[in-house]
């Protein structure tokens, strides 16, 4: 059990380091959109789609990264006042009824949305028209990454209701 947090653990801060670099490639894409349009007066045809791409990557190859360091929203008002067990217990129950449907839901569509798209060969609608089926296989690849690192936040829940303590405390 412990290996296999390791390892969830270890693929999701990898990836989320990563990932964090492409908010520079962001900022050098929108800073030169800006001044393509503002100052020359000529905008590019590919700047504000490409821009939207690439935070999409982020936030999507984030998702694991966020719910290994609870980043994602929650009642932390009730959760902190109680004891790692009663937590663990909680993180069970959510991560049962609401996480792995919701996983499960996703990855489903998401591969359809995506098949559907690679069938087709799916290009934008602007004038630019780049291919955007290579890009919507990150859907499905980012909600399994998700799904794995669920699982790793699972096994830590029981690892809580075992122990009594938080796991790697």
């Given at each position: ?9 270890s ?38 789609e ?53 996983i499960?839901?996703?990855v ?5 949305f ?23 296989t ?25 122990t ?5 405390a």
């Amino acid at each position: 059990m412990s290996a296999l947090i390791k390892l969830i653990d270890s693929i999701s801060e990898f990836l989320g380091k990563i990932i964090s670099y492409l908010v520079y490639v962001l900022l050098i894409v929108v800073v030169f959109e800006v001044i393509s349009r503002k100052v020359f007066g000529s905008p590019t045809i590919w700047g504000f789609e490409f821009s939207f791409m690439l935070y999409a990557l982020m936030f999507m190859l984030g998702f694991g990264f966020t719910l290994k360091h609870k980043m994602h929203i929650g009642i932390d008002i009730f959760y902190s006042n109680m004891s790692p067990r009663k937590q663990g217990f909680l993180d069970l129950f959510t991560y049962i009824i609401f996480f792995f449907p919701f996983i499960y839901f996703a990855v489903v569509s998401s591969i359809t949305f995506t098949s559907q798209s690679w069938q087709m060969l799916e290009h934008s609608q602007s004038p630019w028209a780049p291919p955007i089926y290579p890009f919507k296989t990150v859907m499905p690849v980012a909600f399994l990454l998700l799904g794995f690192q669920g699982i790793a936040e699972f096994l830590k829940a029981i690892y809580k209701i075992k122990t009594g303590e938080k796991y790697g405390a």
